[in-house]
T-cell receptor, first 117, second 113 residues
Framework: EAGVVQSPRYKIIEKKQPVAFWCNPI?????LYWYLQNLGQGPELLIR????????DSQLPKDRFSAERLKGVDSTLKIQPAELGDSAVYLC???????????????FGPGTRLTVL | TQLLEQSPQFLSIQEGENLTVYCNSS?????LQWYRQEPGEGPVLLVT?????EVKKLKRLTFQFGDARKDSSLHITAAQPGDTGLYLC?????????????FGRGTQLTVWP
């Protein structure tokens, strides 16, 4: 079974340029997450989708960040314009939410390492 | 302010030594997970604990959830170079949705041959 796929793996851009990341979750997973991970830190949630609906985007800087999950499968995360402080690894994860489960298992992709110059 | 505090932040040991990593909080969690992350990869789930006082073993790794479900520990026996990586704890807060995980900053473990 294929895991979570992310592209590109690496991206170098100049500040003020736009950038987009793409994520393909594990087949059948209804929930998709975008995380930001700074060097030496744990992942921080940016946005969580249940199917097509963004159910938790409270940590997403909406002035420059946007995300979409059309058809409830693939997702894109966009930054426009990028700032120096956006340099980080952007991780995508997916899970199968089960209302009867006592916990949720998230599967992560390899991430996109963004460098803003 | 981190909801989950991990310690130590860095750990460098020789092969064969034992070690313990701690994950502490003032909040109660409905479940707590441990992940391992290698350079250039995403975190990989190692274990989930859901019951206060629960102990789970995964080969040489022993995970414990505190009785009050506010803390957890990871103990590795006879560490090997293959154990090298960033160990992250993550919790789902009691009363919050299962999908909302709060991560600690991680413990970077290096095991030298």
């Amino acid at each position: 079974e294929a895991g979570v796929v992310q592209s590109p793996r690496y991206k170098i851009i100049e500040k003020k340029q736009p950038v987009a990341f793409w994520c393909n979750p594990i087949s059948g997973h209804n929930t998709l997450y975008w995380y930001l991970q700074n060097l030496g830190q744990g992942p921080e949630l940016l946005i969580r989708y249940e199917n097509e609906e963004a159910v938790d985007d409270s940590q997403l800087p909406k002035d420059r960040f946007s995300a979409e999950r059309l058809k409830g499968v693939d997702s894109t995360l966009k930054i426009q314009p990028a700032e120096l402080g956006d340099s980080a690894v952007y991780l995508c994860a997916s899970s199968l939410e089960d209302s009867g489960a006592s916990y949720n298992e998230q599967f992560f992709g390899p991430g996109t390492r963004l460098t803003v110059l | 302010t981190q909801l989950l505090e991990q310690s130590p932040q860095f750990l460098s040991i020789q092969e064969g030594e034992n070690l313990t990593v701690y994950c502490n909080s003032s909040s109660v969690f409905s479940s707590l997970q441990w992940y391992r992350q290698e350079p250039g990869e995403g975190p990989v789930l190692l274990v989930t604990v859901v019951t206060g006082g629960e102990v789970k073993k995964l080969k040489r790794l022993t995970f414990q959830f505190g009785d009050a479900r506010k803390d957890s520990s990871l103990h590795i026996t006879a560490a090997q170079p293959g154990d090298t990586g960033l160990y992250l704890c993550a919790g789902a807060r009691r009363g919050s949705t299962l999908g909302r995980l709060y991560f600690g900053r991680g413990t970077q473990l290096t095991v030298w041959p």
